[in-house]
């Protein structure tokens, strides 16, 4: 017997109006299944329920309707019902103490938990993702924050008429403005002052690459790691060129032991025999763009310490803005102290007094820590997801839930990513025991 399906409407904040399935993806998976869909009230959701009724879905008050529950972020603890079965970014894998509570109400309901972030192939590699647009939002953010920036600091720039991504409709759209930009700058160039106007990009996968995106709609020219740094300092480059460099994982880190060779799947095994290695490119760049994943394990690739040296050692610091879309707070940003959203996206930093101040006009470090950015692009985004995600919804809906996992028929890709199944940790999770026992120990 297929299970009703039911999309939640997203309340982690007021910026969240994206949707897990878009309503003509709906549709198609209603005329596949002969399920029954039923769509929880929003007034924030990019998509009306009036488009969800028409692909056959029912508006309702809460979650008690459905049997399978896909959403986006975090469910509040006090909205988890018994025996569901939720498909969220759970933000629980790492042992995340601030969901622990969460994790540990979804086992005690006797519910299903399904994080979207560990479906994946037999290679490893994540199938469902909200794909390059944090990249985009991340860029076109940091583009429209360090225009008024500047233009506070009586430098004006092009970049002043660039709008913050939810300003635009879509992806697109930002890139025909910038585009327009792009051809400006070619025509009438930078200010002297910015120039050469350098962006240096940590990351090579998906959130970087819709990073490059944006800024290639400006007039760019990739400068490779090893000579930027020449580059810049021999004064090379023209004010009518945005000069992009793209630092992969041994531009970043080095050995410890100074005999040995950087090796990339050394460097993913075993991080603690690696250090730093970045801080050397910090004079020559003019913004910076993290878009590497990250966990402690790791080294940091901006530290307090480097950002206070990089003031102390150059007459006239270069680096103006970082816009850290991994945003892990104290990670490998380490000025990253505080995640923000699209009502005050940056703050500043100050890397001599090591502190930090709201807003992006005045003086330091512009950061840019927005920790949910493809918000800011729902209908781009949504659509994506929701398009990797049809595949597997029709499997999800007809599984048989009172079985044991393995005889579930959920699709396997699925089958890794349930953290727990009917209330019990699964094999793969169960070392999130000890996260849990932990954060007993903490409340007591």
């Excluded at 969460?102 to 519910?111: C, E, M, P, T």
């Excluded at 740094?229 to 032991?257: I, M, S």
């Excluded at 104290?330 to 930093?349: H, L, Q």
């Amino acid at each position: 017997m297929m299970k009703k399906l039911l999309i939640r409407a997203e309340d982690k904040n007021r910026w969240e109006r994206r949707a897990p399935v878009v309503p003509a993806d709906l549709a198609q998976i209603l005329n596949k299944t002969g399920s029954r869909a039923f769509v929880e009230r929003s007034d924030k959701r990019f998509f009306s329920e009036e488009q969800y009724a028409a692909a056959g879905a029912v508006g309702c008050e809460g979650m008690a309707d459905g049997d399978v529950i896909l959403g986006v972020k975090e469910i509040p603890i006090e909205k988890i019902l018994a025996g569901k079965t939720y498909l969220f970014f759970s933000h629980t894998i790492k042992g995340q103490s601030d969901n622990m509570p969460l994790l540990q109400k979804i086992i005690d309901s006797g519910a299903t938990l399904i994080d979207y972030e560990k479906i994946t192939d037999d290679k490893g590699r994540r199938l469902i993702y909200f794909g390059p647009f944090a990249g985009d939002a991340g860029a076109i953010d940091i583009l429209s924050l360090m225009g008024e920036h500047w233009a506070g600091r009586g430098i004006d720039t092009r970049f002043a008429a660039v709008r913050r991504a939810h300003q635009y409709d879509s992806v697109e759209a930002a890139r025909e403005h910038l585009t327009d930009i792009g051809r400006q700058i070619s025509r009438d160039g930078l200010p002297a002052e910015l120039s050469p106007f350098t962006v240096g990009i940590l990351g090579y996968g998906n959130v970087s690459k819709g990073a490059q995106q944006i800024f290639d709609c400006l007039p760019t020219e990739r400068i490779a790691a090893d000579d930027v740094n020449d580059f810049v300092a021999a004064g090379r480059g023209d004010r009518r060129t945005v000069y992009v460099t793209v630092f992969k994982e041994q531009d970043l880190v080095k050995p410890v032991d100074a005999e040995a060779d950087f090796d990339l799947q050394d460097y993913f095994d075993h991080p603690e025999r690696y250090e730093s290695h970045f801080e050397r490119f910090l004079p020559s760049l003019t913004l910076l763009v993290n878009a590497v994943y990250w966990d402690k394990r790791y080294p940091r690739f901006v530290t307090w310490a480097g950002l206070k040296r990089l003031s102390e050692t150059t007459r006239s610091r270069k680096l103006s803005g970082i816009a850290d879309i991994t945003c892990d707070t104290f990670g490998s940003i380490e000025c990253n102290v505080k995640s923000t959203d699209s009502d005050m996206p940056a703050y500043r930093v100050d890397p001599v007094a090591g502190t930090t101040q709201d807003g992006h006009l005045g003086e330091g470090i512009v950061l840019l820590a927005v920790d949910n950015l493809p918000c800011e692009l729902p209908n781009d985004s949504s659509t994506f997801f929701s398009n990797q995600l049809k595949p597997f919804v029709p499997g999800l809906l007809a599984a048989d839930y009172a079985s044991t996992l393995e005889a579930s028929g959920l699709p396997p890709e699925i089958q890794k990513a349930v953290i727990v199944y009917n209330g019990t940790l699964t094999r793969t999770y169960e070392y999130l025991n000890a996260h849990l026992e932990g954060e007993k120990k903490n409340i007591k």
